[in-house]
């Protein structure tokens, strides 16, 4: 597909990171600008890319020459060199690129490139930690916290879910969870109804207040 013109990202720093991220980006037919001072990942990654260019993210004036002041978009997936982060974040948004989103190796880091005003900024490595811990623990099959502490599990669907039309079953005033989408044995994912009926060994995904779909995906 031919991109749109806000379809348009540049990808700073092709680690291991900003490489599957701008992966991703191009399966969904958006333009990829990948840019990073080592020659050799550029070479790597030069096929698979719309571009990709060999250049230091915190020199403002290489980043204004390949155009980045025009992209709408712009990812910071530098972690481990911090200086070099919040250099190419503070270029980016001097650069007036409206979305910008920056990696963070540690809450600090994070700290640092929200109060510079990155837009979004994400800590793979904490989020994902703390998502594997709730699979590790517990009786999910997965695990997604949003902000403001709500959150989305696919479970195994306890007894008390069981047997009876969700409509009947209660579940928001007793457990403070909704049931959303079901998966029988066998079957593909689909909404869940009022009228659903939800049987032993249904798979089952449920929104609610993260302590609420924690505490409902511990029931057996
Ligand atoms: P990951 O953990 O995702 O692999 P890293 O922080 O290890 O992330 O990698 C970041 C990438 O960013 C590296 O390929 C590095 O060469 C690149 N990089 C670091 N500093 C700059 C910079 N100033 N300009 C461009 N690329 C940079």
């Known amino acids: 597909p ?3 013109g806000d379809q348009r990202v540049a990808v700073i720093g092709l ?41 230091d993210g915190t020199d403002s004036e290489a980043l204004a020459q390949l155009g980045v002041d025009e992209f709408s978009s712009a990812v910071v997936a530098i972690g481990t060199d911090v200086e070099a982060s919040i250099l190419v974040t503070s270029n980016l948004l001097e650069a007036g690129v409206p979305n910008i989103w920056a ?13 510079l005003g990155a837009h979004h ?15 590790v623990t517990g ?8 902000d403001d502490d709500f959150a989305l599990v696919k479970t195994i669907a306890p ?5 009876v039309p969700l409509g009947e079953s209660r579940l928001r005033s007793r457990y403070g969870v909704t049931v959303v989408g079901i998966k029988p044995m066998g079957e593909d994912f689909t909404h869940a109804t009022a009228d659903t009926v939800v049987e032993k060994g249904d798979v089952i995904i449920v929104t609610g207040k993260t302590a609420a779909v924690e505490a409902f995906a511990e029931l057996s």
């Open 121 to 135: 900024v994400v800590l793979p490595e904490h989020e994902m930690g703390e998502r594997v811990a709730h699979l």
């Open 103 to 115: 990696k963070a190796i540690s809450r600090q880091h994070g700290r640092i490139l929200e109060r």
């Open 139 to 146: 009786r999910m099959l997965d695990f997604i916290e949003f």
């Open 2 to 4: 031919t991109p749109r």
């Open 15 to 55: 680690g291991r990171f900003g490489t599957s991220l701008a992966a991703e980006l191009m399966r969904r037919g958006w333009d990829v600008l990948g840019i990073d001072e080592n020659a050799r990942l550029v070479q790597k990654y030069s096929d698979s890319l719309t571009h990709a260019v060999v250049a």
């Open 159 to 163: 007894s008390v879910v069981r047997g």
